[in-house]
């Protein structure tokens, strides 16, 4: 089996819109990637075994998605407000899916959950969607302090526009943050061939969001002006 290749490298930023880069990391996701998980998975037994190609190639997945959080990190340091808003790089069907800024951390477990864990995993996944209920009021809570200090000082002729940005900043941070450690727990809960099925069905959530024919399909289901 040929080397997993390593996750998007580089950054956005001046070398590298994000826009870009989350087409280059969605193309590198789609192909070659999932193939390979995929025939690693094919080659592999359930039996929990964590055999060199399968656990190289599950690695290299989990490691992509750790590198589009940190892509998503370094551009909340430059603007955190698009970031946050959800940018023109998502697709139309991915927007209802979106919690400051990304997927909702809780569809990360529930993900999981359709996979018939066994009552050990299941165990664990309780425990991080727990850990997420008490997360994500709470960040949430500091964007509603922030937007509600923006207001007081600017119905006042006070407010602080770079203040306020880096209290987004702040939140985009942590929200990733979040995510990043409720993948980490799960693969690491999962383990073996199971947390390889579980990447292979995030792998397939995301790419789902852009395939052209859902996105047709999502179109015509939208209703029309008046209707």
Not at 12 to 39: E, N
């Amino acid at each position: 089996m040929p080397r997993p290749p390593p996750p998007g490298r580089g950054t956005p930023g001046a070398r590298r819109p994000i826009r870009d880069f989350f087409a280059a990391w969605l193309a590198t996701l789609r192909s070659p990637l999932l193939p390979l998980l995929r025939r690693a998975l094919s080659s592999s037994s359930s039996s929990g075994s964590w055999d060199d190609p399968l656990s190289s190639v599950a690695a290299a997945v989990e490691a992509h998605f750790q590198a589009h959080w940190s892509a998503l990190d370094a551009a909340a340091r430059q603007d955190p407000a698009r970031v946050i808003a959800a940018g023109d790089w998502r697709s139309p069907l991915e927007l209802p899916f979106l919690w400051l800024g990304d997927v909702h951390p809780s569809l990360l477990t529930s993900l999981l959950r359709t996979l018939s864990p066994s009552p050990r995993l299941l165990a664990a996944v309780d425990r991080v969607d727990r850990r997420i209920r008490a997360a994500v009021p709470a960040v949430s809570d500091r964007l509603r302090r922030a937007q509600e200090a923006f207001v007081a000082a600017e119905a006042t002729g006070a407010a602080d526009v770079e203040a306020f940005l880096e209290e987004l900043k702040g939140v985009a941070l942590e929200a990733n943050r979040l995510r990043r450690g409720v993948l980490s727990d799960l693969v690491a809960a999962a383990g073996g061939y199971q947390a390889a099925l579980y990447l292979e069905a995030l792998s397939r959530f995301v790419l789902s969001m852009h395939d052209p024919e859902v996105l047709r399909r999502f179109d015509q289901c939208r209703a029309s002006p008046g209707s």
